[in-house]
């Protein structure tokens, strides 16, 4: 494995194609399993990862947005795509590209069946999302008649999937809430089936809620984090392998003197004799926000951590490397598979993973192994 000589994101398909195997194990073969790879793949490289995980056939993909979902179709993804945050705006895409989209209110579901009509579909896939208790998205229980009632008055549509998003699965603190949920959405699908006249697939589960809820996993799941290598708990990230490596160089090295300061507004002023820092190339503007500055967040160097001081700049961070071998040129750990995962990194700022991981810039370069 080479040593990094700039800023770059090394993504570990190897890592990928474990993780999808180790989640497709907890379910039952006749399970389908989507792929969510919106925001670039939580934050690596939405065209190849999906196009990995269609060679190792994934029966969906998610994304957020349709524009998302085109990007997919231009490089080379025949498997269904579902929008899971569709806007009236893109419906003539969404159509061209063969997208499917989530129709999560009235509005949305009346405009849909309106524009679908215009274009003279018939019987277009579309998936129609139920709030059982997340509170973002999605149609309420007391919705189902009208829902019906609209879907089965045109041929211009047919629901593929009813589904819905659990809250709390990774807190298991929260398990009456979640049960709550699940029974919540079993009683939709049925009284759904019962007014239409046919079951559509459904689906529930997130990455949580396949490791934690077996119940619930219904006709397919859905992973996005877990994908990427992180479980929402210690016990089972375990089992799974972070896809993503963030590395990066030492461009210079100074050494600073008693009262002098670092970066701007002087936020860091070294107490020691001497103080050594090295200057990083990569900064706000590459993911690694301001939260991590000032002592908040560090660097791995030769093996040792090394804090970020000061605040971060757009393209550049400085860490203090007092007490570190290393010189200019060396390579820079910012968050590996390994022992100094994404995870741990956030952790020092408190703020999650998925924050970090879908931050990092579209302007970092992305390398690919283990293929």
């Given at each position: 494995?080479?040593?990094?000589?700039?800023?770059?994101?090394?993504?570990?398909?190897?890592?990928?194609?474990?993780?999808?195997?180790?989640?497709?194990?907890?379910?039952?073969?006749?399970?389908?399993?989507?792929?969510?790879?919106?925001?670039?793949?939580?934050?690596?490289?939405?065209?190849?990862?999906?196009?990995?995980?269609?060679?190792?056939?994934?029966?969906?993909?998610?994304?957020?947005?349709?524009?998302?979902?085109?990007?997919?179709?231009?490089?080379?993804?025949?498997?269904?795509?579902?929008?899971?945050?569709?806007?009236?705006?893109?419906?003539?895409?969404?159509?061209?590209?063969?997208?499917?989209?989530?129709?999560?209110?009235?509005?949305?579901?009346?405009?849909?069946?309106?524009?679908?009509?215009?274009?003279?579909?018939?019987?277009?896939?579309?998936?129609?999302?139920?709030?059982?208790?997340?509170?973002?998205?999605?149609?309420?229980?007391?919705?189902?008649?009208?829902?019906?009632?609209?879907?089965?008055?045109?041929?211009?549509?047919?629901?593929?999937?009813?589904?819905?998003?659990?809250?709390?699965?990774?807190?298991?603190?929260?398990?009456?809430?979640?049960?709550?949920?699940?029974?919540?959405?079993?009683?939709?699908?049925?009284?759904?089936?019962?007014?239409?006249?046919?079951?559509?697939?459904?689906?529930?589960?997130?990455?949580?809620?396949?490791?934690?809820?077996?119940?619930?996993?219904?006709d397919m799941v859905r992973s996005g984090i877990g994908?990427?290598?992180?479980?929402?708990?210690?016990?089972?990230?375990?089992?799974?392998?972070?896809?993503?490596?963030?590395?990066?160089?030492?461009?210079?090295?100074?050494?600073?003197?008693?009262?002098?300061?670092?970066?701007?507004?002087?936020?860091?002023?070294?107490?020691?004799?001497?103080?050594?820092?090295?200057?990083?190339?990569?900064?706000?503007?590459?993911?690694?926000?301001?939260?991590?500055?000032?002592?908040?967040?560090?660097?791995?160097?030769?093996?040792?951590?090394?804090?970020?001081?000061?605040?971060?700049?757009?393209?550049?961070?400085?860490?203090?490397?007092?007490?570190?071998?290393?010189?200019?040129?060396?390579?820079?750990?910012?968050?590996?598979?390994?022992?100094?995962?994404?995870?741990?990194?956030?952790?020092?700022?408190?703020?999650?993973?998925?924050?970090?991981?879908?931050?990092?810039?579209?302007?970092?370069?992305?390398?690919?192994?283990?293929?």
């Amino acid at each position: 494995m080479l040593k990094a000589q700039e800023t770059v994101l090394e993504i570990d398909l190897k890592a990928l194609k474990h993780n999808f195997e180790y989640l497709k194990s907890k379910l039952q073969p006749e399970t389908k399993f989507l792929a969510v790879v919106k925001a670039f793949a939580y934050g690596s490289d939405a065209q190849k990862i999906a196009k990995y995980l269609q060679d190792l056939d994934v029966d969906y993909f998610a994304v957020a947005y349709a524009n998302e979902g085109i990007t997919l179709r231009k490089a080379g993804i025949t498997k269904p795509i579902l929008v899971l945050h569709t806007l009236a705006i893109n419906f003539d895409v969404i159509i061209e590209n063969c997208l499917e989209p989530n129709l999560y209110n009235a509005k949305i579901l009346n405009e849909f069946i309106a524009f679908a009509s215009s274009e003279k579909q018939n019987e277009y896939p579309v998936h129609i999302k139920f709030n059982t208790g997340l509170n973002r998205l999605g149609f309420w229980e007391n919705d189902l008649e009208y829902v019906v009632s609209k879907v089965t008055a045109t041929s211009v549509v047919k629901v593929k999937s009813l589904f819905s998003h659990l809250a709390a699965s990774e807190d298991l603190n929260e398990r009456d809430f979640t049960l709550n949920q699940i029974n919540s959405f079993k009683a939709i699908a049925e009284n759904f089936e019962a007014e239409i006249g046919y079951m559509p697939f459904l689906h529930m589960s997130n990455t949580s809620g396949i490791l934690n809820y077996p119940e619930a996993h219904f006709d397919m799941v859905r992973s996005g984090i877990g994908l990427y290598g992180f479980g929402n708990s210690e016990k089972e990230s375990a089992h799974l392998k972070p896809v993503a490596s963030l590395k990066t160089v030492i461009s210079q090295i100074h050494k600073i003197k008693k009262g002098e300061s670092v970066g701007y507004n002087r936020a860091y002023k070294s107490d020691r004799l001497i103080t050594k820092t090295a200057t990083l190339p990569l900064g706000h503007a590459d993911g690694i926000s301001r939260i991590y500055g000032n002592g908040k967040g560090f660097v791995t160097i030769n093996g040792q951590k090394a804090s970020i001081i000061g605040n971060v700049c757009m393209d550049m961070i400085m860490v203090n490397i007092t007490d570190i071998d290393c010189k200019e040129g060396d390579e820079v750990i910012v968050f590996d598979g390994n022992t100094i995962t994404a995870e741990t990194l956030a952790d020092s700022a408190n703020t999650i993973s998925y924050e970090l991981i879908t931050s990092i810039s579209q302007r970092v370069k992305r390398t690919f192994i283990n293929y």
